[in-house]
Structure formats: structure tokens, C-alpha cells
């Protein structure tokens, strides 16, 4: 039978039911903090003025410090004023919204509070449409999720076993700063709110780039026919930031590269590029996949984590027009901290589809660009022709999905110079703001979507969570026994320490440098 179509249709439309939000309660916890004012409300505000939130959708603030509601609302106005994305808010839109913004005080372990809170809830005049659909949100310090889910229950609004709802329940990363704590952690939510209405957050699955993955693999033909060890040379994935670590010194200085970043977003990241095919594109099947991926990382012994792994803090940079301090002397790090700054790992995953190709991981702080990057690098062409003149110097064919900045997935090749016997690399474009000239939505707008809809995708499961940690846990527990007095240091601006070069360096390979596509 002929295609009347060879090309298929320009689009389709996967889940058009999907989106639908129910009137809600959204409850912040945390509602004066710095998450809530750039992230969750911003993209409330989003939500609403595209029509997403329903009308009968209120919004709960929850926090220590005494504000009328009013007081709360300008104040969050004001945030919303300084997010890039947003200026200049609608006054139309922002008002619309505002006037379903309230605001309890009261302290995370005070039962009061959520006496007042469920008063509130069940007074405001939105009540009458969001019922008992409640989303608690746990913007906090990750110290008190446990209490707040707690005390939750203990007002009488958890989830209840049958009977109107939902309720759920969003947590924010870090989820545990170990092993033993994210089970502790799990199973402490887990008294209150069973699995299916727990929504993990890790912002990076709500990016348009990083979803994009599973739509770019399975929906396409030309790409999973060599996404394995035959073509497969090598897999790196970069998450780059720019800046130091600013006003949080206390904060990272007690947690570190490897859990800040290493254990959640790379994690994440190197399971959608290794996973197989999922069996359907329901949640249990997607969090089936990437479990499978994280248990066929073997936990590596001691001095094989030590020599497949870098850590660096970085050092001064006096000579710039901004100059930069190093690690060690920001505000509220230990002048002899063992922090790291900046983590190279290469691993492997040791299943049938990966086994013997090296995925090489690396994050740091204070680095030349603030990027993320995927780099899958093909096997080079057999060395007879081109490559037995050109050897090294033959650019091997890449792909670069990039998942921000300038969002896009670009295919690196070689070509011949016109005119010239000589080789050069080129490549092929697809930008998103470019062939979609559309709004590029935020992570937090999609993923808040999603949790009111009760689709968790796009959210991380306790298991996933787990072996991330295990093996985080692992490589922590090589350098602990290390027993090294201070780490090497890298340029602030650089792309990080010449150790990481090293590292690719003795299998052969580089870090793909920075382009700007
Ligand atoms: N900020 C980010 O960009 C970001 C990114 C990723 C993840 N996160 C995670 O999001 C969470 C919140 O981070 P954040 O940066 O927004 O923190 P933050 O700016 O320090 O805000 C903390 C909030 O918790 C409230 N609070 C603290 N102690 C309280 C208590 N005893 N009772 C009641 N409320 C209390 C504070 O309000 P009062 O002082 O008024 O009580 C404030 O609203 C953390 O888990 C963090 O790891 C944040």
C-alpha cells in the first residue's frame, strides 16, 4: 500500500485531553522565598494569562514573616517586574490572577498554621470550584519536608484513600542528601502521601530541549539504528555554569558539584540519551526505562571511581574587570573546604546496548559559558582513505543536542572545502526559536501543569532517585578516603581543570569546545 502521505503529517498532536487543569488549591510553602518569587509564581502568572489556569484555581502563600494579603501580592508584583521573561507584566492579567492570591502566616512545625490554612482554604471564594483539590507545594528548605507533610496530614488534608480530591504534593531538590536520608525521606512523605501523589521536582525534565529527547529518538528512524555501541564512540554531557557560587556559600560549601547537580540534572540527562524504547508513553513505563539504565552503572570499586573521576574548586581571577575570589575565600566556605566546585566523571553503563561505550559527565561552577549540552560522538570511518591521511585530525561526526542556551540539535560532519584537497567540519541547524517561532515555555510552567493534571513524567521516582544517589554516594566515598589536603584548583572563566582534560585525554578524546550554534 502506497503512503498518501511519504513525508507523514507536519503534526501530531499527542495527548490533546492532557492539559486539562481542574480548579485547584496550590498551596506554597515557602511562599516568601527566593523560588517562589522567580520561579513558581512567574509561572503561575504565565499560566493564568495563557488561559491554563482556571478560574476557580486559588493560590495559598505559607510562610513565617506577617503580611496581609495584599502586602503579599505586591510584593510578589514587584518580583514578577524583575523576571526578563516576563517585563512588562499585563496589569490585566497580573490583576486577574491577584486577586485569587492569599496569604497565611505561620511557621512550618506550628500546628496553628495549618488550622489557619485549612480555614482559609475552605473560605476562600474559590472554594466552591476547587473543592477538595488541593496541590501543596514544598518551596522550603529541604529540612522541613518531612514536618510539613506531616503536619499536612495531621490538619486533616492529606490524600485520602477514597472520596473527592486530589491531593498532592510537590517536592523540591535536593531529594536527600544521601541514600540513606532519600529513603528516610521517602518513606517519611510516603506516610502521608502514597507514591502516585508525590511529584519530585527536577526542573531540567520540565525544559522543552530535555523532553524533547524521547520525541527526537523515538519518533524519528534515522537516529536509533546507530544509537549503540556499533556507532557509538563516545557520549558527553556538559552542564556549565558561569557564575560562582555567589550568596550561597553555606549552602554549597555543605553539598557540593556532585550532589548539587551530578546526582539529579546529569543523572537525568544520561538516562534519557541510554534508555530503550519505552513500552507506551505512560509515567511507569518512561520511570521503568531510566531505572533499567541506572542499574546497569555498576557501583564502581574505590580506585577505579578515583581514577575515572576529577574534582577542582575553582581558584582567583584578579586580573579581569570582575574580579573573581576564589572557592576558598567566598563568604561562608571553610577556608580549608574539600568542596568541589567542578566534577568530571567518565562512566559506564554496562548493558547490552552501551557496553564499552564511556559517558563523560562534568558540571562545575565559574566556568568560561553557562551551557548544557549533550555531545554524542559516532565512531570514526574505517582508516583507509580520508581518515588514514587525515588520522586525528579527522573530525569525528557528532551530534549536539543543545538543551540551553540558543536551544537546539545540530549534526557536526566533514565536508570538502570547494576548490581545495582538504577537509573541513561542518554542520546542519535546527534552532528552536527559529523553526518554531513560538513562546519557548518555562520548566516550572509545564511541570506545575503537569502536577495539577497528575501526569508524572516528567517528575522523578523514588527508585531513580536512589541509584542516582547510590552512585553518588559511591564516587563521595573514594574521595573521602582519599585523605587529600586541597583540591586542584581552575581558572574561574576556564572550561575547568587540566585534570579533566587529562581524563578524556588518556582514552584518546577531548572535551568538544564550546560553540555558539
Ligand atoms: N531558589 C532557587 O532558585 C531554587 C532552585 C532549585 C531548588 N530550590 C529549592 O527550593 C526550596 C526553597 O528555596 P529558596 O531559594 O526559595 O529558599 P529561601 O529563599 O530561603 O526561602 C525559604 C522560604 O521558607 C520560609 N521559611 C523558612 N523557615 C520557615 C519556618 N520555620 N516556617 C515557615 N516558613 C519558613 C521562608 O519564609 P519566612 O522567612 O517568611 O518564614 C521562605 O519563604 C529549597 O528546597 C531549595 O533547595 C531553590
Not at 514544598?138 to 529540612?143: D, E, R, S, V, W
Not at 560549601?253 to 538516562?271: E, P, S
Not at 577542582?312 to 580549608?336: F, I, M, N, S
Request: charge should be neutral.
Amino acid at each position: 500500500m502506497t503512503d498518501a502521505f511519504p513525508s507523514g503529517p507536519e503534526t501530531c498532536e499527542l495527548s490533546p485531553a492532557a492539559a486539562k487543569v481542574e480548579p485547584t488549591a496550590i498551596v506554597i510553602f515557602g511562599a516568601t522565598g527566593d523560588l517562589t518569587r522567580r520561579k513558581i509564581v512567574p509561572a503561575l502568572y504565565q499560566l493564568s494569562r495563557q488561559g491554563r489556569l482556571p478560574d476557580g484555581c486559588a493560590i495559598f502563600g505559607y510562610a513565617r514573616r506577617p503580611k496581609r494579603d495584599d502586602e503579599f501580592r505586591a510584593d510578589l508584583l514587584a518580583a514578577l517586574e524583575e523576571v526578563p521573561h516576563i517585563r512588562p507584566v499585563s496589569r490585566e492579567a497580573w490583576e486577574k490572577l491577584a486577586a485569587r492570591i492569599y496569604y497565611v502566616q505561620g511557621d512550618l512545625d506550628d500546628p496553628s498554621g495549618y488550622a489557619r490554612l485549612r480555614d482559609r482554604l475552605a473560605a476562600a471564594p474559590e472554594a466552591v470550584h476547587f473543592g477538595e483539590r488541593v496541590l501543596f507545594y514544598l518551596a522550603t528548605a529541604p529540612g522541613f519536608f518531612g514536618t510539613v507533610a506531616e503536619q499536612i496530614a495531621r490538619a486533616g488534608l492529606a490524600p485520602k484513600a477514597s472520596g473527592p480530591g486530589p491531593r498532592r504534593l510537590i517536592v523540591e531538590k535536593p531529594f536527600g542528601e544521601d541514600l540513606a536520608s532519600a529513603r528516610e525521606l521517602s518513606r517519611a512523605l510516603h506516610r502521608s502521601f502514597p507514591e502516585e501523589t508525590l511529584f519530585r521536582i527536577d526542573h531540567y525534565l520540565g525544559k522543552e530541549t530535555v523532553q524533547n529527547l524521547l520525541y527526537f529518538r523515538f519518533g524519528n528512524s534515522i537516529y536509533e539504528p546507530l544509537w549503540n555501541r556499533r556507532y557509538i564512540d563516545h557520549v558527553q554531557i556538559t552542564v556549565a555554569e558561569r557564575l560562582g557560587v555567589e550568596n550561597r556559600g553555606e549552602y554549597y560549601d555543605a553539598t557540593g558539584a556532585a550532589r548539587d547537580m551530578l546526582q539529579n540534572h546529569l543523572f537525568q540527562l544520561l538516562c534519557l540519551v541510554a534508555m530503550e524504547p519505552p513500552a507506551s508513553l505512560e509515567a511507569g513505563a518512561i520511570h521503568d526505562e531510566k531505572v533499567k539504565v541506572l542499574r546497569s552503572i555498576p557501583t564502581p570499586a574505590s580506585s577505579e571511581l578515583l581514577a575515572c573521576s576529577v574534582r577542582a574548586q575553582y581558584g582567583a581571577d584578579e586580573t579581569g574587570a570582575h574580579p573573581v575570589h576564589a572557592y576558598l575565600q567566598e563568604p561562608r566556605v571553610k577556608p580549608d573546604s574539600l568542596t568541589e566546585t567542578y566534577v568530571a566523571w567518565r562512566l559506564d553503563v554496562d548493558n547490552w546496548r552501551w557496553s564499552g561505550v564511556p559517558f563523560y559527565l562534568r558540571t562545575g561552577k565559574a566556568l568560561a559559558q553557562q551551557f548544557t549540552e549533550i555531545d554524542i560522538f559516532f565512531r570514526p570511518p574505517p582508516s583507509v582513505l580520508f581518515a588514514a591521511v587525515c588520522g586525528m585530525r579527522l573530525g569525528r561526526n557528532c551530534l549536539r543536542i543543545r538543551i540551553q542556551p540558543n536551544e537546539g540539535i545540530h549534526l557536526l560532519f566533514n565536508a570538502k572545502i570547494p576548490g581545495l584537497p582538504v577537509i573541513q567540519r561542518a554542520s546542519m541547524h535546527f534552532h528552536y526559536r527559529e523553526d518554531f517561532a513560538r513562546y519557548l515555555p518555562e520548566a516550572y510552567e509545564r511541570l506545575l501543569v503537569d502536577a495539577l493534571t497528575g501526569e508524572s513524567t516528567l517528575f522523578t521516582r523514588h527508585d531513580e532517585v536512589e541509584h542516582a544517589w547510590r552512585l553518588v554516594d559511591a564516587l563521595r566515598a573514594a574521595w573521602s578516603e582519599e585523605k587529600r589536603g586541597e583540591l586542584p584548583t581552575y581558572k574561574p572563566g576556564s572550561m575547568g581543570p587540566a585534570e579533566a582534560e587529562e581524563l578524556l585525554a588518556r582514552d584518546g578524546r577531548r572535551w568538544q569546545p564550546f560553540q555558539y550554534d
